[in-house]
RNA sequence: GGGUGCUUAGCUCAGUUGGAAGAGCGCUAGCCUUACAAGCUGGAUGUCGGCGGUUCGAACCCGUCAGCACCCACCA
C-alpha cells in the first residue's frame, strides 16, 4: 500500500471515526471479573451552543486518558452527557424570541418550553457532533441529559430525602435578587467588580434635639435604600455618638421616627461612624436587623422598582431614578452634608450583567452546614474526604482553596423563579402549608396526614442547574431510590470514578457540590482524583469570550477557516453590535491568511502539551502549526519503513534472525529498541502524575529526535550495507519499533495511528486487523534497555556532530563529501555510520595522525578527528584558539571548585569525583588542540 | 482584609528530592542529500524579576521588595 506523500488528516478523520463508534470500540467495559475500572465523567456541556476551546482542551485530556485505561485492559467508561443549564439556556431561548419579536411572558410556560427542547435538541446535537470530530471514544450509548426522565427522578428523590432530612428547607431570606431575570441567584453567580461611584452623606434630625447636634450624618452609597432604613447604628464606645443610643432620629422623607443602636460592627473610623440600618436590601444590616429584632421594610419591588412600602412620591421609579430624586429632595431639604467619589464594588448578575438586588423573598436553601443524621453537616464530610486523602487533588495546591471554601460556606440558595429547570417536588395548601413529596399522590397522603385535605397547588420554581449537576456521578449511573441494597453493574464498577477532570472555575460550583452530595447521598465519594487544568486564553492572554470576539472553535483549528468567513462568526450575533468594527479589525490583523486546516490529531497534540499544571494557557497557533508537522513526520517514516519493507514474509525471516542466535542484533537496533524501552516507561509515569505537557514532549523528543533523525539514517546505512539477513532483521526491528510507537502515540493522536497502523501492522505480524484501540498498549520491558548500545552511539552521534561541526566552521558544501580522519580505539563498526551521517567520501582509522598538515581537527574524548581538506591557515589558527579559550574557561572554573577545600571535603563524593573527570578531559583535550596549533605553526 | 499562582532565550513555555541552563516557534548561514522543504545541516541568543540569607554549591530552599494574574470576603 502506497502512502500519500504528505498526512492529510481530513479524509482520514472522516473514514475512522463512525467506523469505531458503530463497531462499539467505545462501549463501557463491563466486567464484573475485571476489578480494574477506570471511569471518567464528561463535565456535561450546556446546551447553550457550540463547544468551544475550553471543552477542546478539557476533552482531549479526558479521551487520551480514556484511550491509555482502554488499550491497557481496564473496564473502561468514559460517561457522556450534556447539562440543562437553567438560566443560560433559558437567556439564549429568550433572546432567539425576542429576535423574532416574541416575548417569553407572551408565549406562555409550556409554549416556552417547548422551544427550549427544540433547542436543546439543536445545541445538543452540535455539541456531540463536535465532540465526535475532537475523536472523543465515550460510550455515546449511555449518553445522558440532566433533564432525563431517570436523572430528573434522581433529582426528586434526593430533594424530598433531604427535606426528610431536614438538609433542605424553604424561608424568606435575604438572597441576590436578579431583578431582570426575576429569579434569586446563588452567591457564586454573582460577580463584583470595581466601579466609580459616589458616597452621599445624609443628615438625620434628631428628634429630641435638646443635646447638640442636631442631626446625625450617615454615609451611604445607596441613598434610595434610606427609604427602608429602620435604625441608625454607632459604634456603642464611639465618645462622639454615646450618649445618643437609644434616642431617635426623623428618618427624612418618610415622617418616620427610627432608633439609634449600637452594634460593634460599626467601624467608628469609616465615614461619619454612623451607619443607616436597611435591613431588607443590605446583607450587613439584615444581620443587624436580625440581631436587633428589628423590622424588615421592603421598599422595593422585584422588578427593581419602588415599592408600596415608601412614600407615595417615589413609588413606581426604577431604583437609579429614585435614587437622583431622593438625593434632590434631600438637598432641597437641606439635608444633604456632601458627597463624594467612592470606589465600590458593584455586584452584578454573572448572567445578565445587571446590578444584583439583595430581596427579601422566599427560597430553597441546602442546609450545608447543619449536622445530618450522622452528626456530620455535608460540608464537614466533604472537607474530610480531602482530609483523609481519600480524594485526591492534583495538582494538590488545590486543596486549600477547597478548604477555605468550604470552611467559609453559607447555605445553598437552591431555588430558581425561571421556567426550565427540575421543578421543585413541592406543593402548597390554601393555607400555604408546604408538602414536599416524590408526586402529587403522595403530597397528598402527606398532606392528610398532616390534617389537610383542601387543594394542593405545585411550586413553580424549579432548582438552580448545579442541583442536578451535583447529583452526575451517581446519577448518569442509573442509580435507583434502594441504592445500595440494589445496585447495577455500572455503580459497583464506577462509583467512585477514577478522575475528575476540569478547569479550576467550577471548583466550587461543581466539584465541592457533588463530593457534598454524592457523599452524603450514597456514602461513597464520587471520584479518587481531580485534574485540575487551567483555562485556555487568546493569545494576548485574554479570556476567550464571545463579546470580546476572540474565541475560537477548535473545528476551526481543524477544518481550517478563511478570513472572511472568521471575520462574519465572530462578529455575527453580537449582544452589543457596536464591538463588531473593533472585533473585525483584530482578527483581520491577528488572522490575515484566515487558519489553515491542521487537523484534529495536531490540535489535540497542542492541548496536550500546553497542559502544564497551575496555568492557564495563552493558545498560541504556532505550536498547532509544528504538531501539524510533527503528524506529518511520523507519516512520512512510517512511509520510509514501508518502502524499505515490501512484504510481510520478508519480516518473518527476519524475526528469526533477529530472535535466533546467529548474530548479535546490530548497534543501531539493540539501541532503539532500549532508547524506546525508556521512553515507554517514561510516558507511563506522565500518565499516573497527569503530566500532559511532558508525555507529548516524551513522545515528540523519541519520534523525531531518535527515531527519525537517527535510527532511521542508521538503518538507510545497514539496509544498504548489510548481509541480506542483517538487513532483515533491521527492517523487523524497524517495524516493530514502529508499529510500537504507534499503539504508544494512539491515546494522544487517535487517528493518525489508525491510519497508519493498519498498513504498518500487518508487516509487524499483529494478529488483530480491527483497530489499534483494541491492542495492547506497550508495557515497559526494562530487561530490554541495554546501557553499552546506548553509550556506544551516544559516541557515534557526539563524532557526528564533531564533523558536522567541522564542516560547518569550515563552510563545506553539504553536497560536498570530505575524507575523515580518525584515531582512537573501537572505532571500526562507526565507519559506514559516520559516513553517512556526516557526508564523508572516506573514513580512515590511523594509529597516528598526520602532522604534516593544516587541516582542521575536532577532539571527542579520546578519539581525534581530522577533515582532510585544506583550510585557510590563519583562519584554522584562529579557530583553534578559539576553542582552547573556550576549553581553558572550563579548566579554570573546574580548578577552582576542586581547589576549593569545603568542596571537596562536603560535596558527595561521586560529584567531587565527576568534577576531577571533567577536568581531566578538559585538560587532555586542550593539551591536544594545542599540539594541533603548534604543527600549523611555521 | 485573607488566600493562591506567576516572573527562565525575541515569543509561548518546560526544568521531576539543590550538583555543568532546555524545547517549540521565530532569527540566521547553507542545502530540492531517493521518508518528509510541513524537511535537512550548522549557528547566534539568557547577570533564570531585584536584594539579602542558608549551603561546598541555588533557576530550585528561606526572607524581603517589585511587577503581573487570579480566587474568596467585602466598610456602610
Not at 210 to 228: F, I, K, Q, W, Y
Request: charged letters at 25%; aromatic letters at 10%; glycine letters at 6%.
Amino acid at each position: 500500500m502506497e502512502l500519500a506523500k504528505s498526512f492529510e488528516p481530513s479524509e482520514i478523520e472522516k473514514r475512522w471515526y463512525p467506523g469505531w463508534e458503530e463497531r462499539g470500540f467505545f462501549k463501557a467495559g463491563l466486567d464484573p471479573d475485571n476489578p480494574d475500572a477506570f471511569c471518567i465523567l464528561l463535565p456535561p456541556p450546556n446546551v447553550t451552543g457550540t463547544l468551544h476551546m475550553g471543552h477542546g482542551f478539557n476533552q482531549t485530556i479526558m479521551d487520551t486518558l480514556t484511550r491509555y485505561y482502554r488499550m491497557r485492559g481496564d473496564n473502561t467508561l468514559w460517561q457522556p452527557g450534556t447539562d440543562h443549564a437553567g438560566i443560560a439556556t433559558q437567556i439564549v431561548v429568550e433572546r432567539q424570541l425576542e429576535a423574532q419579536g416574541i416575548s417569553r411572558l407572551a408565549l406562555g410556560r409550556e409554549k416556552f418550553l417547548e422551544k427550549v427542547w427544540e433547542w436543546k435538541e439543536y445545541s445538543g446535537n452540535t455539541i456531540t457532533r463536535q465532540m465526535r470530530r475532537l475523536g472523543t471514544s465515550p460510550d455515546w450509548s449511555r449518553e445522558r441529559f440532566t433533564m432525563d426522565a431517570g436523572l430528573s427522578e434522581t433529582v426528586t428523590e434526593t430533594f424530598v430525602r433531604l427535606y426528610d432530612e431536614g438538609l433542605i428547607y424553604r424561608g424568606k431570606r435575604l438572597v441576590n435578587w436578579d431583578p431582570v431575570l426575576h429569579t434569586a441567584v446563588s452567591d457564586l453567580e454573582v460577580v463584583s467588580e470595581e466601579e466609580d461611584g459616589f458616597m452621599w452623606h445624609i443628615r438625620y434630625p434628631l428628634s429630641d434635639d435638646s443635646d447638640a447636634p442636631a442631626a446625625l450624618t450617615v454615609a451611604t452609597t445607596r441613598p434610595e435604600t434610606m427609604l427602608g432604613d429602620v435604625a441608625v447604628m454607632v459604634h456603642p464606645e464611639d465618645a462622639r455618638y454615646r450618649a445618643l443610643i437609644g434616642k431617635k432620629v426623623q428618618l427624612p422623607l418618610t415622617g418616620r421616627e427610627i432608633p439609634i443602636i449600637a452594634d460593634d460592627y460599626v467601624d467608628p473610623e469609616f465615614g461619619t461612624g454612623c451607619v443607616k440600618v436597611t435591613p431588607a436590601h443590605d446583607f450587613n444590616d439584615h444581620a443587624v436587623g436580625l440581631r436587633h429584632k428589628l423590622p424588615f421594610v421592603s421598599i422595593l419591588t422585584l422588578d427593581a422598582k419602588i415599592s408600596d412600602a415608601a412614600p407615595e412620591k417615589y413609588r413606581g421609579m426604577d431604583r437609579f431614578d429614585a435614587r437622583k430624586a431622593i438625593v434632590a429632595d434631600l438637598d432641597a431639604l437641606g439635608l444633604l452634608a456632601g458627597v463624594e467619589k467612592h470606589k465600590l464594588k458593584i455586584p452584578r448578575s454573572d448572567r445578565t450583567g445587571v446590578v444584583i438586588e439583595p430581596m427579601l423573598t422566599d427560597q430553597w436553601f441546602v442546609a450545608t452546614t447543619k449536622p445530618s443524621s450522622d452528626g456530620k453537616s455535608i460540608s464537614e464530610k466533604a472537607l474530610e474526604c480531602v482530609a483523609s486523602g481519600e480524594i485526591r487533588f492534583f495538582p494538590a495546591a488545590w486543596v486549600s482553596t477547597y478548604n477555605q471554601w468550604l470552611n467559609n460556606i453559607q447555605d445553598w440558595c437552591i431555588s430558581r423563579q425561571l421556567w426550565w429547570g427540575h421543578l421543585i417536588p413541592a406543593w402548597y395548601g390554601d393555607d400555604g402549608a408546604v408538602y414536599v413529596a416524590r408526586n402529587e399522590a403522595e403530597a397528598r397522603a402527606r398532606a392528610e396526614k398532616a390534617g389537610y385535605t383542601g387543594a394542593l397547588t405545585r411550586e413553580t420554581d424549579v432548582l438552580d442547574t448545579w442541583y442536578s449537576s451535583a447529583l452526575w456521578p451517581f446519577s448518569t449511573l442509573d442509580w435507583t431510590p434502594d441504592y445500595p441494597a440494589r445496585s447495577n453493574t455500572a455503580l459497583d464498577l464506577y462509583l467512585p470514578s477514577t478522575v475528575l477532570v476540569t478547569g479550576f472555575d467550577i471548583i466550587f460550583f461543581w466539584v465541592a457540590r457533588m463530593i457534598m452530595m454524592t457523599k452524603h447521598l450514597t456514602g461513597k465519594i464520587p471520584f479518587k482524583h481531580v485534574y485540575v487544568h487551567g483555562l485556555i486564553r487568546d493569545a494576548e492572554g485574554q479570556k476567550m469570550s464571545k463579546s470580546k470576539g476572540n474565541v475560537l472553535d477548535p473545528i476551526d483549528l481543524i477544518d481550517g477557516i478563511d478570513l472572511e468567513e472568521l471575520v462574519k462568526k465572530r462578529t455575527s450575533g453580537l449582544l452589543n453590535p457596536k464591538h463588531a468594527g473593533e472585533i473585525e479589525k483584530r482578527t483581520r490583523k491577528e488572522f490575515s491568511a484566515g487558519i489553515p486546516a491542521f487537523g484534529t490529531d495536531a490540535l489535540r497534540f497542542t492541548f496536550l502539551s500546553l497542559a502544564s499544571p497551575g496555568r492557564d494557557i495563552k493558545f498560541d497557533l504556532h505550536r498547532c502549526e509544528g504538531y501539524r508537522n510533527f503528524c506529518n513526520k511520523l507519516w512520512n517514516a512510517s512511509r520510509f519503513a514501508l518502502m524499505n519493507v515490501p512484504d510481510a514474509s520478508d519480516l518473518q525471516a527476519g524475526t528469526e534472525e533477529i530472535t535466533g542466535s546467529a548474530s548479535e542484533p546490530a548497534l543501531a537496533d539493540r539501541w532503539i529498541v532500549s532508547a524506546l524501552q525508556r521512553t515507554v516507561a517514561e510516558m507511563a509515569r506522565h500518565y499516573a502524575d497527569y503530566r500532559f505537557d511532558l508525555l507529548a514532549h516524551t513522545l515528540y523528543e523519541f519520534v523525531w529526535n531518535e527515531f527519525c533523525d537517527w535510527y532511521l539514517e542508521m538503518v538507510k546505512v545497514q539496509i544498504q550495507e548489510g548481509t541480506p539477513e542483517e538487513a532483515r532483521a533491521t527492517r523487523r526491528c524497524l517495524v516493530d519499533t514502529l508499529e510500537t510507537i504507534l499503539r504508544l502515540a494512539h491515546p494522544l493522536l487517535p487517528f493518525i495511528t489508525e491510519e497508519l497502523w493498519q498498513v504498518v501492522a500487518p508487516l509487524a505480524g499483529r494478529k488483530t486487523r480491527d483497530s489499534i484501540m483494541l491492542c495492547d498498549y506497550p508495557a515497559a520491558q526494562p530487561e530490554k534497555i541495554d546501557p553499552a548500545s546506548e553509550e556506544r552511539v551516544r559516541r557515534l552521534k557526539d563524532l557526528c556532530y564533531a564533523c558536522r561541526n567541522l564542516r560547518g566552521e569550515m563552510k563545506l558544501s553539504p553536497a560536498q563529501k570530505v575524507p575523515l580522519i580518525l584515531r582512537g580505539d573501537d572505532l571500526a563498526d562507526f565507519v559506514p555510520y559516520l559516513k553517512a551521517l556526516a557526508k564523508l567520501s572516506e573514513v580512515r582509522i590511523v594509529e597516528t595522525m598526520p602532522d604534516d598538515t593544516n587541516a582542521p581537527i575536532a577532539i571527542v574524548g579520546e578519539t581525534r578527528l581530522m577533515l582532510k581538506i585544506m583550510v585557510d591557515l590563519a583562519a584554522e589558527t584562529a579557530r583553534l584558539s578559539k576553542e582552547i579559550a573556550r576549553i581553558n574557561d572550563e579548566i579554570a572554573k573546574a580548578k577552582a571548585k576542586l581547589a576549593n577545600a569545603s568542596f571537596v571535603a562536603r560535596a558527595p563524593a561521586h560529584i567531587v569525583a565527576q568534577e576531577e573527570t571533567r577536568l581531566a578531559e578538559f585538560a587532555a583535550t586542550a593539551e591536544k588542540f594545542r599540539a594541533q596549533l603548534a604543527r600549523l605553526a611555521p
